[in-house]
């Protein structure tokens, strides 16, 4: 399994960005996938996940109406499209497969990519 996020970067307070991941090693079309991110000193935080055929979403109460995610399994891509940045969003934001992924506790990542970092500020 390989999961490899880009898109991440500085961007100020209201701003937008996109984040994308490029999965392989897997069927990734069988998978619900999910973005996580961790902030310094912060725990582990689900902020969205998806079912594998991209018509079931959720989000965590932070993400609800300002980010979007979908994916394109022909493509085998993972996004993330980020609006109305706030500078509580920053932290290093991975793609992840996972188990449990739609109970409110008990879920678990698996695999995930080595990150791409998002920083909100003025």
């Known amino acids: 399994v390989q999961l490899v996020e880009s898109g991440g970067g500085l961007v100020q307070p209201g701003g937008s960005l996109t984040l994308s991941c490029a999965a392989s090693?897997?069927?990734?079309?069988?998978?619900?996938m999910t973005w996580v991110r961790q902030a310094p000193g912060k725990e582990l935080e689900r902020v969205a996940i998806i079912n594998p055929d991209g018509y079931t979403t959720q989000y965590s109460e932070s993400a609800k109406g300002r980010f979007t995610i979908s994916r394109d399994n022909a493509k085998n891509m993972l996004y993330l499209a980020m609006n109305t940045l706030k500078t509580d969003d920053t932290a290093i934001y991975y793609c992840a497969t996972g188990a449990n992924l739609w109970a409110p506790s008990g879920w678990r990542v698996i695999n995930r990519g080595q990150g791409t970092q998002v920083t909100v500020s003025s």
């Open positions: 090693g897997f069927t990734f079309s069988d998978y619900t």
